[in-house]
């Protein structure tokens, strides 16, 4: 069910004259219900500005595995030293799930692509200067 604050932001957004025939939109797993219309806002906005027969890529930012940015935070007895909460892989299946239902009630006929980060063996995000037909980034 959409937010009654996501429904004003939708109502508010200018609607662009030319749609992209793709789109990329960067989302974070959220760890809270703002985050999470934020989300939403994101990913309406982002296929409002994409051509119902185009494609939507998404990177989605989970703080699941270390990377040299970001190192995982170490076990200390029941405590961990970080603030940052560890995405689970449950976690992040149900939340890739909702996004395909949420893009699929939007627009079923458009093609849309996840790509996680953070995760063990996943491409770097310089792959994204190897999509010639990007053509929009949409992003917080």
């Not at 989970?62 to 995405?87: A, D």
Request: zero cysteines; glycine letters at 2%.
């Amino acid at each position: 069910m959409m937010h009654p604050l996501l429904s004003l932001i939708l109502l508010t957004t200018p609607k662009s004259s030319h749609l992209s025939k793709h789109t990329l939109s960067i989302l974070t797993v959220p760890d809270s219900t703002p985050s999470l219309i934020a989300n939403e806002a994101i990913l309406t906005t982002a296929m409002q500005q994409t051509n119902p027969k185009g494609k939507l890529s998404i990177i989605l930012r989970s703080p699941l595995s270390s990377t040299p940015s970001s190192p995982l935070p170490r076990q200390t007895g029941n405590k961990r030293r970080s603030n940052k909460e560890v995405t689970t892989l449950p976690k992040l299946r149900s939340y890739v799930s909702s996004l395909y239902s949420t893009a699929w009630d939007l627009n079923p006929d458009m093609n849309l692509l996840i790509y996680p980060q953070n995760l063990p063996n996943a491409a770097s995000e310089t792959w994204v200067s190897r999509l010639p037909d990007l053509e929009r980034v949409v992003s917080h």
